[in-house]
């Protein structure tokens, strides 16, 4: 006879994860998600990050080589850019 397999839990990372959503969404915040792959224009034009700026070195961040005016996503203000373009303040 078979035993019927067990499933398995959460990862810790994605507990602790949706514990910290629940509770800023208690207090009127709201969780914003964009894309990993993003545009020069939403992570550094639109927030006047200069050309030379360090975080547009290679070291820090990760361009497309066949197009570079795409790059990885390298921190959250792409997606607060996003927001902002699509929704009316206040914005929490």
């Known amino acids: ?5 067990e499933l398995g839990t959460r990862h810790p990372l994605s507990l602790v994860k949706k514990e910290i959503c ?6 009127g915040f ?3 998600e964009g894309p990993e792959i993003e ?3 939403h992570v550094f034009s639109s927030l006047n990050f200069a050309e030379d ?6 070291q820090d961040t990760f361009f497309i080589q ?3 005016d795409v790059l990885l996503r390298t921190h959250t203000s792409s997606v607060q850019t996003r927001v902002m373009e ?4 206040p914005i929490r």
């Open 39 to 41: 545009d020069d224009w």
């Open 30 to 32: 709201s969780i914003a």
């Open 1 to 5: 006879t078979s035993y019927p397999i």
């Open 86 to 89: 699509n929704q009316e303040p």
């Open 22 to 27: 629940d509770i800023f969404g208690r207090l």
């Open 53 to 58: 700026h360090p975080a547009r070195d290679m």
């Open 66 to 68: 066949h197009n570079p």
